[in-house]
């Protein structure tokens, strides 16, 4: 098992900046690969980005380099800096973490298994 829990959610106005981050603790061999995702109410969730040690840097096309996903693998803590954010970037950000090995694109929700509880951003207009 590995946990997950996100910090650095809140309140911005439209074109402010963010910076999450999700510490992974317990059996870190888990957070082979770790991702960054997001469900707005009443919407699926939805893959932002995801990088590590055993997958590559992906990032979804919304995020139009925006954002950036980074891992300090040393102390097993996940980042994403969001930059120029909009109100439909308003969303619960969920980190998630998998042990298995895979270099394709990996944005899917099915595609991790361990998730932490979640940080609120809301972006207001």
């Known amino acids: 098992q590995v946990q997950l829990v996100e910090s650095g959610g809140g309140s911005v106005p439209a074109g402010g900046s963010l910076s999450l981050s999700c510490a992974a603790s317990g059996h870190t061999y888990n957070s082979a690969c770790m991702g960054w995702f997001r469900q707005a109410p009443g919407k699926e969730r939805e893959g932002i980005a995801s990088t590590g040690r055993f997958c590559s840097t992906n990032y979804a096309d919304f995020v139009k380099e925006r954002f950036t996903i980074s891992k300090d693998n040393a102390k097993n803590i996940l980042y994403l800096q969001m930059n120029s954010l909009k109100p439909e970037d308003t969303a619960m950000y969920y980190c998630?973490?998998?042990?298995?090995?895979?270099?394709?694109?990996?944005?899917?929700?099915?595609?991790?298994?361990?998730w932490g509880q979640g940080t609120q951003v809301t972006v207001s207009s």
């Open positions: 998630a973490a998998d042990s298995a090995t895979y270099y394709g694109r990996r944005l899917q929700p099915y595609q991790f298994s361990y």
